[in-house]
């Protein structure tokens, strides 16, 4: 079973950052955060990952809480091409084999 | 550099035939997963090789779902005989070392 709980579904206005929200609060010490998305019919796409400290790519930024509990991915100018499932996955880096994805939350940006 | 590549791109069978699933990874990449994603889920891993070897097949159904990575490229992942609720999309992912991981497009399979 998925170790995150995340919100089945969020709309998003164009141009206006989009935040989405994920719970793990069972998260082991040596465990990361990961976020992937899916756009429609194409394979998951890997955004970017944080273990404790906030992260930030030309993608994206992750904003982990102190107690590591949860965490936000923020999409700051959400674009219609950002519509897709964004999957939220904690998992020990080096082992591969423990990418466990829930049902991720559906993004539609709208003009 | 070219990513993941699969085909067929889609499959459409009869149940209880076979069917077989190609996968080519991003060149230099040691590990490979295969994944299936039943429709409104995540994608869930089947199994996962380091070159030519199994690190996991746990949850691979092995009464009917055979993979290998021969020479330790290029996989392919085969079902038979093929049953309903195999209908998914199969998709590949490879990665290097402990790295993120780049998914194909995946084949989408309906059993008929």
């Known amino acids: 079973d998925a170790k995150t709980t995340q919100p089945t579904s969020m709309d998003c206005a164009e141009g206006r950052a989009a935040n989405l929200p994920c719970n793990h609060s069972t998260i082991s010490g040596n465990e990361y955060v990961y976020w992937y998305r899916q756009i429609h019919s194409q394979g998951p796409q890997y955004i970017i990952h944080g273990l404790k400290n906030n992260e930030t790519n030309e993608m994206a930024s992750l904003i982990i809480t102190e107690d590591r509990k949860s965490s936000t991915l923020i999409l700051p100018h959400a674009t219609l091409r950002d519509t897709a499932v964004y999957y939220c996955i904690v998992r020990v880096a080096r082992n591969n084999n423990d990418m466990r994805f829930g049902a991720g939350t559906r993004l539609t940006v709208k003009p | 550099e070219a990513g993941v590549a699969q085909s067929p791109r889609y499959k459409i069978i009869e149940k209880r035939q076979s069917v077989a699933f190609w996968c080519n990874p991003i060149s230099g990449h040691a590990t490979l997963y295969w994944y299936q994603q039943i429709l409104g889920q995540g994608p869930k891993l089947l199994i996962q090789f380091q070159n030519n070897g199994v690190v996991d097949d746990s949850q691979l159904p092995k009464d009917r779902f055979s993979a290998e990575r021969l020479k330790g490229v290029d996989s392919t992942l085969k079902i038979q005989p093929a049953k309903l609720e195999d209908s998914a999309v199969y998709l590949c992912?490879?990665?290097?070392?402990?790295?993120?991981?780049?998914f194909g497009p995946g084949t989408r399979l309906t059993v008929l």
């Open positions: 992912a490879s990665s290097h070392g402990s790295d993120e991981q780049f």
